[in-house]
């Protein structure tokens, strides 16, 4: 993967959030829970508000969940709504994980 697709996933904060949720699990996870757990990160409250869950299911679900399965980070299942992290997934974490000079991670920027 080269630094203009990495770019491309870590510029928008949803999509690194997808990652975040999906890392370390080894089972898929539902868009509904995926949106849930995004949404109360985004809010700060649990539950998050209904508004909130659903701008981030539809936001996930039309844009963000098949760009990342068009890049072959994530395996998106739109029929059944099932999101499972795929292997090339690792090479974007470890992006995310990168301090800069500054003190920053790339999640962070």
Same mark, same amino acid.
């Given at each position: 993967?080269?630094?203009?697709?990495? =770019?491309? %996933?870590?510029?928008?904060?949803?999509? #690194?959030?997808?990652?975040?949720?999906?890392?370390?699990?080894?089972?898929?996870?539902?868009? #509904?829970?995926?949106?849930?757990?995004?949404?109360?990160?985004?809010?700060?409250?649990?539950?998050?508000?209904?508004?909130?869950?659903?701008?981030? /299911?539809?936001?996930? =679900?039309?844009?963000?969940?098949?760009?990342?399965?068009?890049?072959? *980070?994530?395996? /998106?299942?739109?029929?059944?709504?099932? *999101?499972?992290? #795929?292997?090339?997934?690792?090479?974007?974490?470890? /992006?995310?994980? %990168?301090?800069?000079? /500054?003190?920053?991670?790339?999640?962070?920027?």
């Amino acid at each position: 993967m080269d630094a203009r697709e990495v =770019h491309e %996933v870590l510029r928008n904060t949803r999509r #690194r959030r997808v990652i975040e949720q999906l890392s370390g699990r080894l089972e898929p996870v539902s868009l #509904r829970e995926l949106a849930e757990q995004i949404a109360a990160i985004e809010t700060g409250e649990s539950p998050p508000p209904r508004n909130a869950r659903d701008s981030v /299911y539809n936001s996930l =679900h039309q844009t963000h969940l098949p760009k990342l399965d068009e890049m072959d *980070i994530v395996e /998106y299942d739109k029929n059944r709504k099932i *999101i499972r992290l #795929r292997r090339r997934a690792k090479q974007v974490n470890r /992006y995310m994980r %990168v301090v800069t000079d /500054y003190g920053f991670s790339w999640a962070q920027l």
